[in-house]
């Protein structure tokens, strides 16, 4: 079955420095979505990118989808302790609904 | 503003109990998932609806069902729950999407279950 890897899995950054997490799938994809999760929440829909190569940004994160469609980033400039969560892809088709594994992201003041 | 609600933030149950985790939505979504969330594994999906009395098995639907009697409304049911059910349990919703793309889901505040 399709499988979706998700890297790191624990991130510890000071607060200034810059993160990436990055979503891998085994097989090309029609769109991706990015969720963050605080601790002690649930997840919250961020973005979703459709178009082979597309970059959009939302203030200090920037979001990226491959050429080839099969993987995807999500960069943070400057964390800030506000950003401390874990952050999730999913990719989805007809039927199928896919989360990743996630990525803890720990900001250290 | 858009709103999930679960029935309970905590639950605690006996093994071989049935279990009722109960979902509501107020968007008129046509969508509703039941996911189980473990760490180290992210969220995995149990079963999802796409129309009233419509169902269909996820990636874990072993000793789960669901029933969907309203569109608002959808339910997740253990049958004789076990301590490996132990978890948290999050409802979304969503629109339908276009072709084989999905909508954004939005999640409820989450179950989490103990079995003892």
């Known amino acids: 079955g399709q499988q979706v890897m998700q890297i790191p899995q624990y991130q510890h950054v000071q607060e200034g420095e810059d993160f990436t997490t990055y979503c891998n799938s085994s097989?090309?994809?029609?769109?991706i979505q990015w969720y963050k999760q605080r601790p002690g929440g649930h997840p919250v829909f961020l973005i979703q990118?459709?178009?082979?190569?597309e970059v959009k940004k939302q203030k200090r994160l920037t979001f990226q989808f491959g050429e080839a469609k099969k993987n995807s980033s999500l960069h943070i400039t400057a964390t800030q302790t506000t950003d401390v969560g874990t952050y999730f892809c999913f990719i989805s088709g007809t039927y199928k609904y896919i989360f990743g594994t996630g990525t803890r992201l720990k900001v250290l003041a | 503003d858009v709103k999930v609600t679960q029935s309970s933030r905590y639950l605690v149950k006996r093994t071989g109990e049935k279990v009722f985790l109960e979902c509501v939505q107020d968007m008129d979504h046509e969508n509703m998932f039941w996911y189980r969330q473990d760490p180290g594994l992210g969220l995995r999906l149990i079963y999802f609806s796409y129309d009233v009395k419509m169902k269909e098995k996820g990636d874990i639907p072993e000793g789960y069902s669901v029933s969907r009697e309203k569109k608002e409304r959808f339910s997740l049911i253990l049958e004789s729950a076990s301590t490996n059910q132990t978890s948290m349990y999050l409802c979304?919703?969503?629109?339908?999407?276009?072709?084989?793309?999905?909508?954004?889901?939005?999640f409820g505040p989450g179950t989490r279950l103990t079995v003892t």
């Open positions: 097989t090309t994809l029609s769109n």
């Open positions: 979304a919703s969503s629109s339908p999407g276009i072709w084989d793309r999905s909508e954004e889901q939005y």
């Open positions: 990118l459709v178009k082979s190569g």
